[in-house]
């Protein structure tokens, strides 16, 4: 480990004692306190008992183990799960540099898939945090370089002996606080700027961006991008990641992802492939609603999934799929079993709250909020029933009553 870090205090059977005594403490109300006594810095410490509670969820295998320089930095690092896909992404011959060290989790797991890895990272605390952390993790395929990312590029593409590169750009600040779509242009670093000189050692790219960025006009905005991953956890859009290729040319693929605690939902295809399914207003009881997971959504292949896996279209807007025999193998989304069709007439609200005092309620092409309806049919949220309202081919407006069916492999 290296010598003279504002990080050595972890270490020390001081502090250890005091993150056993206030491990349950409030930091809000541990920074009140009269800590002076310390023998190391009051504010330090109780950032790393601040965030190694968050880190549980996160990184749970690293939380103990890492020292954390802000109280936002676990805010904003990779969880493993995501950390541990971008590392798929690189060879055990590649060496990577990454521009966005932050906390160091995506360099950490890159490190224990490519050769070497050098991480960038402007800010001097932070930097300092994750040479400590991979020292001290016994990475020594790691080298940290505390610059900026256009600075680092822009002063070493000559000498670089990488050939890969992995940059994690936030958000470039603007006056429209209601814009919610970008661009990778618009983050910082500006990947746009580096690009030129990346292209001089670097084989290809991977830049991870917001859940929010327009795909298509990325993929307009950089003409060498080869893959695109979109990436949900439990069904949540989390990330897209891009890569950028400057030595070979392929159509662009594009694969969704959805991970969560039993297994990983993969989709992929073609960008720019349509399909054209078949619509049908005939849904029944002992049908399976199959409902497209959040990464099939964000890429608008509802009618590849459908196609491929032999699925009628409730209607052309609904996005709710079904198969009227059996379940469909490895379908990207998740699965119900219809147990009856109702409509908002008062003897199928009373029939449905005869079946049932609470449901999930979600609507797809419905006049209705899940909140307006739910107060509409008076009944609790939750339970094992599950609502999906929508309007049929044919202009109906139906209520499906469903329980889930576990996926099949």
């Known amino acids: 480990m290296n010598s003279n870090t504002r990080f050595d205090f972890i270490l020390t059977d001081e502090f250890q004692k005091f993150a056993k005594e206030h491990s349950a403490a409030d930091p809000v109300m541990l920074r009140l306190k009269d800590l002076s006594q310390l023998p190391f810095d009051k504010e330090l410490a109780i950032i790393q008992l601040e965030c190694r509670k968050k880190a ?40 990577v ?22 991480s960038v990272e402007a800010n001097d605390i932070v930097a300092e945090a994750a040479g400590f952390n991979y020292n001290r993790l016994g990475r020594s395929n790691i080298s940290v370089v505390c610059d900026t990312a256009e600075h680092f590029i822009s002063t070493h593409s000559g000498e670089l002996k990488a050939n890969a590169v992995f940059v994690d ?6 006056q429209d606080r ?21 292209r001089r050692f670097a084989d290809f790219m991977i830049v991870k961006a917001s859940p929010m960025v327009d795909i298509s006009q990325t993929i307009a905005d950089f003409p060498d991008i080869s893959d695109v991953w979109i990436l949900s956890v439990k069904n949540e859009c989390k990330e897209l990641l891009f890569r950028i290729d400057f030595r070979t040319k392929k159509e662009i693929e594009i694969h969704t992802l959805n991970f969560d605690s039993l297994h990983t939902q993969i989709f992929s295809y073609t960008y720019g492939a349509t399909a054209s399914p078949l619509i049908s207003s005939h849904i029944g009881q002992g049908h399976t609603l199959c409902v497209p ?13 459908a196609q491929a896996f032999g699925l009628r279209k409730i209607a052309a807007n609904s996005h709710l799929l079904f198969a009227e025999k059996g ?10 079993e219809v147990i009856d069709i109702l409509s908002l007439s008062k003897p199928d609200v009373k029939k449905l709250k005869s079946i049932t ?10 006049p209705l909020t899940p ?25 109906k407006k139906i209520l499906l009553l469903c329980k889930p069916q576990q996926p099949t492999a």
């Open 293 to 305: 997971n959040a990464s099939v959504m964000k890429a608008g292949a509802y009618n590849l999934a």
């Open 169 to 174: 750009p936030s958000r470039r600040l603007t």
């Open 56 to 95: 549980k969820r996160k990184i749970p295998e690293l939380a103990e183990q890492l020292a954390y320089p802000t109280a936002v930095s676990i805010e904003q690092c990779t969880s493993s799960i995501l950390a541990e896909f971008h590392a798929s992404l690189f060879e055990t011959d590649d060496n």
């Open 357 to 366: 005092g609470c449901a999930n309620i979600a609507c797809r092409n419905f």
């Open 327 to 336: 379940q469909p193998d490895s379908f990207p989304g998740r699965q119900f």
């Open 178 to 198: 209601n814009l919610r779509t970008y661009s990778i242009k618009d983050t910082t670093p500006d990947v746009a700027l580096m690009l030129p000189e990346i």
């Open 371 to 395: 909140e307006e309806l739910r107060k509409k049919l008076r009944i609790g949220d939750g339970g094992e029933y599950y609502i999906f309202a929508t309007t049929t081919a044919d202009a």
């Open 97 to 118: 540099i990454d521009l966005t060290c932050g906390l160091g989790i995506d360099t950490f797991f890159i490190a224990q898939k490519a050769q070497t890895v050098t």
